[in-house]
């Protein structure tokens, strides 16, 4: 997987030994044909977007092709009663299972499902994963929030905890982008409805800033003070969507969480000031949001976060063998892991912050949740 992750990274970077070496090694090694279980979503976000953006900026048919037969092989999780995909599948049988589920992993498909549809011209995939987004949407509360997970055979929601970070967070992310992405005005409406439920119930301004909690989706009345790394992408989406202004003071946020020891804890309390969760998963969306904004206002002040992002990275977790995620922020103590999508996001954000004008032109791309780019030319 993560060649293909880190395709695109080298390719925008102009390192064209090391990605034609990464080319020649996803056409001679990779294969689908696997009798194992999947997570779909990752698959999706890693794999069948990471070949749909190295065929638009490399134009190798090959890699095309390897994105169809995956996407194929991936269809079967959406033969759920609802319409909203299971969370496993066998490459092979095409056997699912998973049945409750998350707004992220149902809702986080569309930008690649919807790609290999206009590439092929086959509509099966775009058709299937933007009737899980509807089906989803739907069942939204009465004030608008959706829940943690969802029985995906039923309907029937199992954890009603409503929050913009993991198994939530890129559900919103897609809305917004499905309608920059395809043009497709029904998820520009399912975005600002979602978007206004999520700012009224679960934004909170305390002394230290703009924060996300967590609030039952059925009632809006707050459960949690928790705010983490993942729900830091939330000031980038905030951008697109044309609130700047929320967007600046709630990346004001997540920069004094990075701060309080140098990198971001995976989750911190703000009304209590306390780390909850005290890992650090080389995770990029903070990087990412610090990138849009400056992108945005073309304030000086990002590029000087961005690259205090960038040191803090180098200084605390980079090793002989690559880098390496934390397991405590405050000890600084590294783990053996290194996830592809530190390659694929992570040090993307970094560099585009840096980069030539004209590497990327968001007025032409959207990335995806994994930082894939991927281009309207249909």
């Known amino acids: 997987m993560t060649p293909v992750d880190a395709f695109d990274t080298m390719v925008l970077m102009g390192l064209k030994k090391e990605s034609e070496e ?3 090694l996803i056409f001679e090694k990779l294969s689908f044909d696997k009798n194992l279980f999947v997570q779909n979503f990752e698959v999706t976000i890693r794999l069948l977007g990471g070949l749909l953006s190295a065929y638009q900026l ?3 048919k090959r890699f095309l092709d390897l994105a169809e037969d995956l996407g194929r092989r991936l269809l079967p999780v959406f033969n759920s009663t609802t319409g909203m995909p299971y969370i496993y599948v066998n490459l092979k049988t095409g056997e699912t299972k998973g049945k409750v589920n998350n707004p992220a992993e149902i809702g986080t498909l569309m930008l690649e499902f919807g790609t290999l549809s206009k590439l092929t011209g086959n509509p099966v995939y775009f058709e299937k994963s933007k009737k899980a987004v509807v089906e989803l949407f739907r069942r939204r509360s009465e004030i608008g929030l959706v829940g943690t997970t969802i029985d995906v055979e039923t309907g029937e929601w199992k954890n009603t905890a409503s929050h913009i970070s993991g198994m939530i967070d890129s559900y919103y992310e897609y809305l917004l982008k499905a309608w920059k992405l395809f043009g497709d005005e029904e998820f520009k409406t399912m975005y600002y ?3 206004a439920a999520v700012n009224k119930y679960l934004a909170e301004k305390t002394e230290t800033g703009l924060w996300y909690g967590q609030a ?3 009632t809006g009345k707050q459960i949690s003070s928790s705010f983490g790394a993942l729900d830091a992408f939330l000031p980038a989406v905030l951008a697109l969507g044309g609130d700047l202004e929320r967007a600046v003071e709630l ?3 997540v920069y004094k969480m990075w701060m309080i020891h140098g990198i971001e804890p995976e989750e911190f309390d703000y009304k209590t000031n306390q780390v909850k969760y005290p890992g650090y998963v080389l995770r990029p969306e903070a990087i990412e949001s610090a990138y849009y904004l400056y992108i945005f206002t073309k304030n000086e002040k990002y590029l000087g976060m961005g690259r205090e992002f960038f040191d803090s990275l180098v200084k605390y977790c980079r ?5 390496a995620a934390l397991k405590n922020v ?5 783990s053996d892991q290194m996830e592809s999508f530190f390659l694929a996001e992570t040090l993307k954000y970094c560099y585009l912050f840096f980069a030539p004008d004209g590497v990327i032109d968001l007025d032409k791309i959207v990335f995806n949740t994994e930082a894939h780019p991927l281009k309207k030319t249909w």
Not at 319 to 323: A, L, M, R, S
Not at 330 to 334: P, Q, R
């Open 22 to 24: 990464a080319k020649q």
């Open 319 to 323: 090793i002989e063998e690559g880098y």
């Open 58 to 60: 490399d134009g190798d």
């Open 216 to 218: 039952d989706m059925l």
């Open 193 to 195: 409805q979602s978007i």
């Open 330 to 334: 405050a000890t600084k103590e590294t």
């Open 251 to 253: 990346q004001e946020s």
